[in-house]
């Protein structure tokens, strides 16, 4: 009876269905869901579950800071609708000298979350660094999510990390994906707002991948028309375009020593089989490189997020 009751209030409030012992938390800005900010509903998750909770977000402008703590595993945090479901803050690393790191609207400590269908913004004024999303935790999934923002959109931040980013949006100004975690851009579309750089990756020189973009659409805005693929942070910086449109927008040398010498003997930097405009490698930095098909074979998803498990974003 329990499990029916529970399914009429799904339909009605178009709350997606889960398997059994699974729990549903309803936030709603208007006071119709259980909370009326993801925050609350984040806290009142059990801490180390081995059950997955799913909070549903209505529709609506949730402006708010939210942190999912270290202790919490298995939320999924699912948007009524990409575009019009929406958490934003606008904090910028020069309001009382705050510095990038605590800029951030959404922070992931927390291990195996899921985030879809949601908006994650920073809408602060172009005053300094404003990170959207701040990860820290392992096994993370954002499917189908836009990340507005303009300096320092994104910021993955712990070494040895995997992400996953599926048909996602994201924007942004200068090295608006930053950060030493391994992720994978999978049939994203990522937006060039000014000249200035893509990613600035600081993969340590022992983790084998950084960032992967695969099949992903590198779209500009007007005017814009020097933007490079990325810049490294650190020596090691690992950063592949592979299979994506590159607009005429993306510089001929395509990479950035970020104005060391030294960097172009150690940054990764690798293309394979991109097409448009801007993927011509004539004129590409010599110290960047397209890989071979042979080593198309280590690059499944698989080969990329295996590390001490076989976790696969896919399943």
């Known amino acids: 009876m329990k499990k029916i009751i529970l399914l009429i209030l799904c339909a009605i409030l178009s709350v997606p269905t889960f398997a059994d012992g699974a729990d549903t938390i309803v936030v709603a800005r208007d006071g119709s869901g259980k909370f009326r900010t993801v925050q609350e509903a984040v806290e009142s998750a059990r801490a180390f579950m081995d059950y997955t909770v799913t909070i549903f977000v209505k529709k609506g402008v949730y402006k ?21 479901t929406i958490i934003t803050y606008d904090d910028h690393a020069n309001i009382n000298k705050m510095g990038t790191f605590r800029t951030y609207t959404v922070k992931v400590e927390g291990n195996g979350i899921t985030f879809r269908n949601i908006t994650i913004e920073n809408n602060a004024a172009q005053l300094g660094q404003a990170v959207a999303l701040h990860t ?7 499917i189908n999510c836009r990340f507005l923002g303009n300096q320092d959109t994104i910021y993955t931040g712990t070494p040895k990390t995997r992400l996953y980013f599926k048909d996602c949006y994201i924007e942004g100004t200068t090295d608006f994906i930053f950060g030493p975690s391994t992720a ?21 020189k022992d983790v084998k991948y950084g960032y992967i973009f695969r099949k992903c659409k590198i779209t500009a805005a007007e005017g814009v028309n020097k933007v490079y693929l990325g810049r490294p942070w650190r020596p090691y910086a690992y950063t592949l375009f592979m299979e994506c449109e590159l607009g005429n927008f993306i510089l001929p040398e395509g990479w950035h020593n970020w104005g060391k010498k030294e960097n172009e003997q150690t940054a990764r930097y690798l293309e394979y089989k991109n097409y448009g405009a801007g993927a011509d ?8 490189r397209e890989i071979s098909k042979s080593e198309m074979k280590d690059l499944s998803i698989g080969s990329i997020f295996s590390v001490n498990d076989n976790w696969n974003p896919l399943n």
């Open 64 to 84: 708010e800071k939210v942190i999912v703590p270290s202790w919490l595993e298995n939320i999924e945090i699912i948007g009524e609708d990409r575009d019009n």
């Open 281 to 288: 490698r004539k004129a590409r930095h010599q110290w960047s």
């Open 184 to 204: 994978l851009f999978d049939d994203c579309v990522i937006h060039c707002k000014r000249n200035s750089y893509i990613t600035a990756a600081s993969t340590p």
């Open 136 to 142: 820290e935790g392992d096994r993370l999934k954002f």
